[in-house]
């Protein structure tokens, strides 16, 4: 069984991920595969560098992520550039873990934590699509906690992802977070129990 796990800022996914990593589950991050999808001597920096120009490139031979962020926040066309480069190489990475997991252990069930699982159209990865969801007000409120970011800034990314509803509109499983944490875990575990 594999499940790709999505939800917008703050509302959970990571804890929802953690916590089914501790149940047993095989977990993929894929803002982790996302940090390597480009590092250098991948086709994935060639064409970002080809795109974007060389100034893209740090002192380390890396892309500096703070350059290339500056030249797509705030241009949708750019941003699309980007992730049409991107979005591929997580997802290919992404498919490699899945096997290997796989391969490992089939009866293993398998995390793929993905924000953007949506909108990279990365279903075909998994078998169930299971959404964390949180009123936007508590999403503001949390991420402003934990982040120090301003509520602007967390309202600003909020409006740029897909809504609760949307999200919801693909999910087989929808996991609220508005409560308490001990709430949330007590859905996690009941889930979890399901697909045992």
Request: proline share 3%; glycine share 10%.
């Given at each position: 069984?594999?499940?790709?796990?999505?939800?917008?800022?703050?509302?959970?996914?990571?804890?929802?991920?953690?916590?089914?990593g501790a149940l047993g589950a095989y977990s993929i991050d894929a803002d982790k595969l996302g940090h390597s999808a480009y590092i250098k001597g991948t086709a994935a920096f060639d064409q970002v560098v080809a795109c974007f120009g060389a100034d893209v490139v740090g002192d380390d031979g890396e892309v500096d992520r703070r350059?290339?962020?500056?030249?797509?926040?705030?241009?949708?066309?750019?941003?699309?550039?980007?992730?049409?480069?991107?979005?591929?190489?997580i997802k290919s990475m992404a498919q490699k873990e899945i096997d290997t997991a796989l391969t490992a252990d089939a009866s293993r069930p398998v995390v793929l934590e993905a924000a953007v699982l949506i909108e990279a159209q990365w279903l075909d990865l998994v078998d169930q699509v299971w959404v964390t969801v949180v009123e936007p007000s508590v999403a503001i409120e949390r991420a402003c906690a934990r982040d120090n970011l301003d509520p602007a800034a967390v309202q600003a990314r909020l409006d740029a992802q897909l809504s609760n509803d949307e999200r919801c509109a693909h999910a087989d499983q929808v996991i609220d977070n508005s409560a308490?944490?001990?709430?949330?875990?007590?859905?996690?575990?009941?889930?979890?129990?399901?697909?045992r």
């Open positions: 069984m594999i499940i790709g796990l999505t939800g917008g800022i703050a509302s959970g996914k990571s804890t929802v991920a953690k916590t089914l350059v290339m962020g500056s030249k797509v926040f705030g241009n949708p066309e750019a941003l699309k550039q980007l992730t049409d480069i991107v979005w591929p190489a308490d944490e001990a709430h949330l875990l007590q859905q996690v575990e009941t889930l979890w129990q399901s697909l």
